[in-house]
């Protein structure tokens, strides 16, 4: 299905973009696969296939995105997966720390703009191009002691809408995804005595992401899905 495709995956290390990662390499697609450092990338990926790239750079930061995905979109990019994110909670909206902030609205929202920055042009050249980000249930309302995370997660939403806007006469669809809690390693470290059957898996998610990332697609903008666990 993504034969001859190229698909960035960001947060590629991270529990649901290697399930993205995974999805896309069954089905044919040469990966980007981006994270934070080289070792977290080696560790991840011990054994890298030679067709793909695995990149270190910091999404916060704009000039490394530029440096890090220059060489990428100059060979043209196909698909881009926003996955890479961040979540904290524990401080009521009065008590959020400058770190908090920071770390939550750079992660989850500015990552978003500066590989947006560098890719879009590139789309916007082909005419084509498929952006998938990750927002997340939750930012459907505020949540006690978890305000800025869920304002942040409600700026993805509102970012894939506005993109999607700008970019859907130029054959660029950009929609998103809304997991409920993911069933991962860490979180069922974290929530020991949660129901953990009703958690949503990382390749159930993976799925959704392949759906629109491919022409089945084609008609669908600014769609924020939820996908929020097992009935």
């Excluded at 698909?79 to 994110?85: M, P, Q, T, Y």
């Excluded at 939750?138 to 305000?147: K, P, R, V």
């Excluded at 993911?182 to 898996?201: C, F, G, L, Q």
Aim: proline share 3%; aromatic share 6%; hydrophobic share 45%.
């Amino acid at each position: 299905m993504f034969e001859g495709k190229t698909v960035v995956v960001t947060g590629a290390a991270g529990a649901l973009g290697f399930a993205v990662y995974e999805h896309f390499m069954r089905r044919g697609a040469r990966l980007v696969a981006v994270d934070y450092s080289d070792e977290l990338l080696q560790k991840t990926f011990p054994e890298p296939v030679t067709s793909n790239q695995y990149l270190a750079v910091d999404l916060t930061e704009r000039s490394s995105c530029q440096a890090g995905l220059g060489s990428v979109v100059a060979e043209g990019v196909d698909v881009l997966c926003n996955i890479a994110g961040g979540f904290a909670m524990g401080e009521q909206v009065h008590e959020t720390s400058d770190e908090t902030w920071d770390f939550l609205m750079n992660l989850n929202t500015r990552s978003i703009i500066n590989t947006a920055a560098v890719v879009v042009p590139t789309m916007l050249d082909q005419r084509r191009g498929k952006i998938i980000n990750v927002a997340a249930r939750a930012a459907t309302q505020g949540l006690a002691s978890m305000g800025l995370y869920t304002a942040s997660k409600a700026a993805v939403m509102r970012l894939t809408e506005a993109m999607a806007s700008e970019l859907r006469d130029e054959n660029i669809n950009v929609n998103c995804i809304m997991p409920g809690t993911i069933d991962t390693a860490r979180n069922r470290h974290d929530m020991p005595d949660a129901d953990h059957s009703r958690w949503v898996p990382p390749a159930h998610l993976a799925n959704v992401v392949g759906f629109l990332a491919s022409e089945a697609a084609v008609a669908v903008h600014g769609a924020a899905i939820p996908v929020d666990g097992l009935s």
